[in-house]
């Protein structure tokens, strides 16, 4: 796909106007534009990854159905990451209160994303964002900044903020066909966290059919199951989270098929 | 709901659009929009939030339609192309192999416009892209 600016066939319109006659008033003009319908939301995606290139930073976008346990997940594996990396959030759910002076205690600063009534996040909320985490740190001493995406499994999988990631949270009280119900955002992530693991034996719930499904739709996804209550599973998220920033900075291609 | 942000995406674009043309005195009729099976948007809403939308504004009494755009998936082990569909969990049907490429069903493009201007201006020939 090759989208192309409008400009161009309005040059060309331009240049034809001196020797084609008037169309006839009731004759429709046409201009074939093939633009990306997004391509506003695109544009300013493409512009806060630029933003992160200078501060050289990784994000990810965190997003999954309400109460699937994103808050919950930073807030147990934040202070355990916090040794090695330095890290901000970007909080877009306000309707939880997040406990803030929690990740705050261990030095993780929470800046609120304005999002008015909106079930998403999109490009320009978290440029919004972005200009107040600025007042409040230096992000080029940042290592890794977290987008908590507001509850939803349908639309911030189709909204680019700029992420280098987009991580997917799907709980297993919310049932193993959820990933065939709502495809796009499984398709779209490149990690998948099964969270809330422990209530399993509680559950007729099919752990290996969650499984199966997300690699049905998406055979690339890193698939890591977890328990933020228990810590079961976090060690192995850990290990995705930081051979995602070693990648980053040192883009050899042997190191990032490992 | 997130049609009302597509539309904004949308109507900034139209805007850039009609800012880019020497003659601002075009008058939209026609929106064509092509639209995936495989995206979020529900055509009549995205339709019925547009129409709200141009209310008053330079692009009232414009119509957008919509040409949906086929879900298919390529099986990678024969290569045939299939319809995804959730009940075989996307996977092709051929083989039984997960979704690895997919065909078409990703489209969110403003295909074309059909304008009429008061000015004088040649009629654009360059080639439609071509639905697959
Ligand atoms: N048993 C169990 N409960 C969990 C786990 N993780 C989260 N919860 C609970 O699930 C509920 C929702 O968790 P949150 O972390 O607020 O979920 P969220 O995805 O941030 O929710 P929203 O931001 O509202 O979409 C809370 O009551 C958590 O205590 C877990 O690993 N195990
Ligand atoms: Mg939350
Ligand atoms: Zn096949």
């Not at chain 2, 005195?25 to 529900?42: K, N, P, Y």
């Amino acid at each position: 796909m090759t989208p192309q600016l409008p400009l161009s066939h309005l040059q060309s319109s331009a240049s034809a106007e001196t020797d084609t006659p008037l169309p006839a008033m009731h004759m429709p003009l046409e201009d074939n534009l093939s633009l990306n319908l997004l391509a506003a939301n695109t544009h300013q995606a493409d512009h806060n990854n630029e933003q992160f290139q200078r501060w050289d930073l990784i994000c990810f976008n965190l997003m999954s159905s309400p109460g699937a346990g994103k808050t919950l997940l930073l807030e147990r594996s934040l202070p355990s990451l916090a040794r090695e990396l330095n890290m901000a959030v970007l909080e877009g759910d306000m309707t939880t209160q997040l406990d803030a002076d929690r990740l705050e205690a261990v030095g993780i600063p929470v800046v609120p994303i304005t999002t008015g009534r909106a079930c998403h996040l999109d490009a320009a909320m978290v440029s919004g964002g972005l200009n107040l985490l600025q007042q409040r740190l230096d992000p080029a001493a940042l290592d890794l900044l977290l987008v908590e995406n507001v509850g939803n499994l349908v639309c911030p999988a189709e909204f680019d903020v700029g992420e280098h990631h987009k991580v997917a949270l799907l709980s297993v009280t919310e049932g193993d066909d959820k990933p065939l119900k709502y495809p796009l955002m499984f398709r779209n992530a490149d990690v998948v966290l099964i969270t809330k693991i422990d209530l399993l034996p509680h559950l007729p719930v099919d752990l290996d059919a969650i499984r199966r499904n997300i690699l049905s739709i998406n055979p690339d996804a890193t698939v890591i199951e977890v328990s933020a209550l228990t810590g079961e599973g976090l060690e192995a998220w850990h290990r995705w989270v930081r051979h995602a920033l070693v990648q980053r900075k040192s883009p050899i291609p042997a190191l990032a098929t490992a | 709901m997130h049609e009302v942000d597509m539309t904004k995406c949308l109507l900034i674009s139209l805007n850039e659009w009609r800012d880019r043309r020497d003659n601002t005195s075009a008058m939209v009729e026609t929106v064509h929009l092509d639209v995936g099976r495989f995206t979020c948007v529900e055509p009549d809403q995205l339709v019925t939030t547009y129409n709200a939308a141009v209310q008053g504004s330079w692009l009232d009494g414009s119509r957008l339609t919509i040409t949906e755009i086929p879900f298919i998936g390529r099986c990678l082990s024969c290569n045939g192309t299939y319809d995804p569909v959730p009940e075989n969990a996307y996977r092709s049907p051929c083989c039984d192999h997960p979704l690895e490429e997919i065909v078409s069903g990703r489209e969110l493009r403003i295909r074309s416009i059909d304008y009429r201007s008061d000015s004088a201006a040649a009629l654009e020939s360059s080639p439609i892209q071509r639905q697959r």
